[in-house]
């Protein structure tokens, strides 16, 4: 590189040279306590790794050598010298978005150059943070408030203690306090996310008790309606969803459990350290305790890409995929806990908190030993569960036995195909592999890894197994049952295969439609075999279960394919004897009819579809309405049908304790991983770039109250994450309980005492309150983590309690137009989920059921990228509240969406309220709000009789907790003259007053 060189530049060298000599009488040069601030403070911004501005980092000292910047020993052939000084009366070339270096600082870098340019090689140069171990919110709580003055010192101190005073230095004061009616749905929605019953907002109104608004709050918090609502906010920052996500989104059907922990968690009260410890380590510090366990679905509620994970034969793929899922674990338990953006320091030191890149991954190394899985709650819960399931089961099967014996009806061979006991149990369009004899759900193609000839058996009670047949022109003996029976005889094959044998149509089936039957419609079923594929039943065991000795198989077969040159071959065999063929069956050839005796002698009864000779495409054999049934025909005697109607009344009670049951105790969690995998730094945060050491996991060192080592290399999965749960949840930390109260404070005033609730650093927002934030964490721990009592103390202030309206005049909007000191309530929108969950509740249409799986509102097509098709909720399972609704996060709910409801694959610690014209066209002309105002008129006409004046006023008391005035009144009436009832409903649903919360 050409250096330019001026006698200016020469006489700043002299005079450094006698300052570096004066200098170095006083003490050594340190590279790392005199020369890296330099860099750090000056430099490394634009010129790091990171960032190499003009080709050149100053993180270490190779760039410099390598591009001429730097010649040890000689500062007056040094670049970078004549770079920092200033050159014939102009500024310095550099640095560009810093101040220039000080004379004495050029002095030392001259002497430092002088004297070799030694850069000791553990030192790396990191550009400091903006905010350092001083920063606010990483101080321990403030305990000292003498500057705050009680209104009252017999009470104490109160909010609104700390809110009058900075209002009153703004010369602001406190609104008046809102009406009563305005108060209980405010709380309504605040505490339960739906509108209070007309009839409570009158009892409350009429009130005359003065604490009447204090133990309104009490019976809101006692409700289990306040769990549902708490929940939603919650499962927002643990971006908690029910499938995976990713390109694959397959389902997570046991998650729920988590989401149900959530809810039973508030409404109990759970104190909030335990909250917390339980769902990061709940099933190492509380083994034994179900629910514990289930906590730890917070690890796991985020996306997971199963592709990436599982599916890859790329492990530069598999390792990016698990290193952004580590990223995911950590980020999440930072931000939701204690509102640290720890992922911004993955690939470089936190650029404006004080995080290294080290600690960043000494916290992942505490996620290290896990991984995302279904795991059971207990042993002993799955141990009790199937043997109470297997009880059940078989009482029921008896049952339906006895039932079929008496009316003749036999067993469907299509239904037990679905996983059935040939009685309607079973799963349509569940299938077995004729390759594996596995269950299947999900559609397939042309199947690979064929192996024609291999009996394979299955684990259905009445499937004695499933095969490929190839008859190799006639010349292969073919088993085809589990005790080693044979056939020969059949035609050679392609050997190839297509889907599942199936309880229904297979995969990409022409049409379930033959001879004017449609075999999926109500009464019939379909047994469908694609060539080429075969199945045995087990006929024995048939009889064992039925009483049956006698039975017949009856059924309508056909070709299902297309018509013309399409065919294929059947035959049907009875103990490897053939009793029925047909060869080159075609779609024009209809249904035909089979009545085939079984002896009681007769044990295997095989049905095998295969190719015409003409290869395999749309050879889609369908056994229409497949039964067993009696060979004797009966009459049912009138003893008979007594037992008949004492069985049937058994089954309903039986089936009844089965359903109770629910799904088997397991919750998608995390799990243990079989090895522990060492954790180093990743730089640049490239997973295929590991620096040398090995990382033991640990904390952050910026919160000087606390030790931050978490265990060492050696320590266990479980000991890591207990130790993490512990340093969070320790009495001094400040962090967990300030981000706490701060969301709590969000959750009741649409804005927290800092705005950015998931971030407490230098790019989050400044308290407006500083002192109220600190004294609210106190009280936290005072009231023993109860997240119910803070509330309490909220919504009996009256800061909460004020007015939403304030005249336009008022100083308040020229000195605080964003209300950061509260001299008004906050106005607020409903969520999407809240908009939903009221519209149902004044419908009247709001099914109260709580718990368990959640509702699908969605046809499911299991493929290799499953399939969520949505349909309108127009039936009463799927009128629940929304924090039960089956979330899928790649295919949304448009409607919700439209109205912000936010994407699980993110961290959402505060909610978009967005206003667009399609929200508007959503909330009046979507499906699901047509038919609720529907509903919502059919209501009033029920309870308000036909008179208008009168549907008028209910109309209003249901949508709004209020009656019309009277110009309301009056137009509304008239306009339900015009119009009609309906479209008064619609109106109101669509009103600002019903999405809106003063």
Known sequence: MALRRSPLLFLLFWLSLVSTDLAAKDHPLDFKTDIAPLFADHCVRCHSPDNTKGGVSLAGVQDLLDNGYLTPGKPDESYLLELVTSQEGKPPAMPQEASPLSDKQVALLTRWIREGAVWPKEVVVKQKSKADTSWWSLQPLKEDFAAIKPASAERGLTIDDFIRQKLAAEQLTLSPAADRRTLIRRLAFDLHGLPPDPAAVEAFVNDPDPRAYEKLVDRMLASPRYGERMAQHWLDLAHYADTHGFERDKRRDNAWRYRDYVITAFNADKPYTRFLQEQIAGDVLWPDDEQATIATGFLAAGPWDFVGQVETKSDVLRRSARSLDLDDMATQVMTACMGITINCARCHDHKLDPITQKEYYQLRAVFVGVKRAERV??????????????????????????????????????????????????????????????????????????????????????????????????????????????????????????????????????????????????????????????????????????????????????????????????????????????????????????????????????????????????????????????????????????????????????????????????????????????????????????????????????????????????????????????????????????????????????????????????????????????????????????????????????????????????????VDADNRLLWHQNPRRREAEAIRDAVLFVSGKLNPQRGGPGFEDFQYQDAYAPIYTYVTADKPELWRRSIYRYRVRTTPNRFLTTLDCPDPANLTARRLTTTTPLQSLALYNNDFMLRQARYFAERIKEEAGSQTDAQVQRAFQLALGRKPTTQEATLASEFVTQQDLFALCRSLLNSNEFVYVD
Do not use: C
């Open 377 to 814: 709650v207990s042993q002993s819960a799955i141990k009790e569960y199937e043997s109470r399931k297997q009880e059940l089961t078989a009482q029921l099967n008896d049952i339906d036995y006895r039932i079929s014996k008496l009316e003749g009806t036999g067993l469907d061979l299509a239904d037990i195909v679905g996983g059935g006991n040939g009685l309607g149990t079973g799963a349509f369009r569940q299938g077995i592999d004729a390759r594996t004899a596995k269950v299947q759900t999900r559609d397939f193609g042309a199947l690979g890894n064929v192996q024609t000839n291999r009996f394979v058996a299955s684990e259905f009670d009445f499937v004695d197994g499933v095969f490929i047949p190839d008859g190799q022109a006639g010349n292969a003996n073919i088993i085809v049952s589990s005790t080693g029976t044979t056939i020969t005889g059949l035609p050679q094959t392609s050997g190839k295969a297509w889907d599942m044998i199936r309880n229904g149509p297979v995969a990409s089936q022409h049409s379930p439609e033959l001879g004017g039957i449609d075999f999926t419609a109500a009464g019939h079923s379909l047994l469908g075999l694609h060539a080429n594929s075969g199945i045995t039943f087990d006929l024995q065991k048939i009889r064992q279960s039925t009483q049956l000795a006698e039975l017949k198989f009856t059924t309508k077969l056909g070709y299902f394919g297309a018509s013309g040159p399409f065919q294929a071959d059947v035959r049907v065999f009875v103990d490897g004897e053939e009793v029925a063929k047909y060869t080159q069956l075609k779609r024009e050839a209809g249904l035909q009819q089979l009545d085939i005796d079984l002896p009681s002698s007769a044990r295997f009864l095989t049905l095998i579809a295969t190719d015409g000779g003409n290869g395999y495409s749309h050879d889609q054999v369908g056994f229409g309405d497949p039964r067993l049934v009696s060979a004797v025909a009966r009459k049912i005697e009138p003893a008979e049908k007594q037992e008949l109607a004492q069985l049937q009344d058994q089954r309903k009670q039986v089936a009844a304790r089965l359903k109770s049951l629910g799904s088997p105790p397991r919750f998608y969690g995390v799990v243990k991983n079989e090895k522990m995998p060492e954790v180093h730094l990743l730089v640049r945060g490239n997973p295929e770039a590991p620096a040398e050491e090995v990382l033991a996991p640990a904390a952050l060192a910026s919160l000087q109250m606390l030790e931050p080592e978490l265990g060492s290399t050696k320590s266990s999965q479980g000991e890591r994450r207990a130790a993490l749960a512990k340093w969070i949840t320790h009495p001094d930390n400040p962090l967990t309980k300030r981000v706490i109260v701060n969301r709590l404070w969000l959750w009741h005033f649409g804005q927290g005492i800092v705005k950015t609730p998931s971030d407490f650093g230098y790019g989050g927002g400044r308290p407006s309150h500083p002192e109220l934030l600190d004294w609210l964490a106190g009280e936290l721990q005072r009231q023993n983590g109860s997240l119910k009592a803070m509330q309490r103390l909220i919504l009996l202030s009256d800061t909460y309690r004020q007015q939403s309206r304030a005249e336009a005049d008022q100083r308040g909007y020229k």
